[in-house]
């Protein structure tokens, strides 16, 4: 083999590596529970489709940045904790007027419920 396609095929090898390496990457967030249905702690309807949704159900509204003007919506997430991992769809912007601060993960019951956080620790818990 000559060696300019020895080095290519190198490149190759580490543009791959790399590629696989960031998209499994894991980014810290902070998740916080919350009531998507209609007089719950949400306040009014999703962001993504203007409707209230089942607590029962596994969804997420993400923080200003990563919402990113909806381009997430009703895509799905990976959220991680304590050696679990469920995938929830994102349908809300959290409300960034009362606090969602960067990095903030707000999800229904159903997630904190599929990752077996203890009840006693529902609120607030740091997630990847």
């Not at 949704?53 to 904790?81: E, P, V």
């Not at 203890?118 to 609120?123: A, H, V």
Request: with cysteine.
């Amino acid at each position: 083999m000559k060696q300019s396609t020895i080095v290519f095929l190198l490149l190759i090898s580490l543009l791959v590596t790399l590629f696989i390496s960031c998209t499994n990457a894991q980014t810290p967030a902070t998740m916080t529970i919350n009531s998507f249905e209609k007089g719950g702690s949400g306040g009014g309807p999703a962001e993504c489709d203007g409707h209230y949704h089942s607590d029962d159900t596994l969804i997420a509204a993400l923080s200003t940045r990563w919402y990113n003007k909806g381009q997430r919506c009703f895509k799905f997430i990976n959220i991680n904790y304590g050696g679990r991992s469920v995938q929830a769809q994102v349908v809300d912007e959290c409300d960034s007027t009362k606090g969602c601060k960067d990095n903030i993960v707000d999800t229904s019951k159903a997630v904190w419920k599929a990752l077996a956080v203890p009840k006693s620790q529902w609120g607030e818990t740091s997630v990847t």
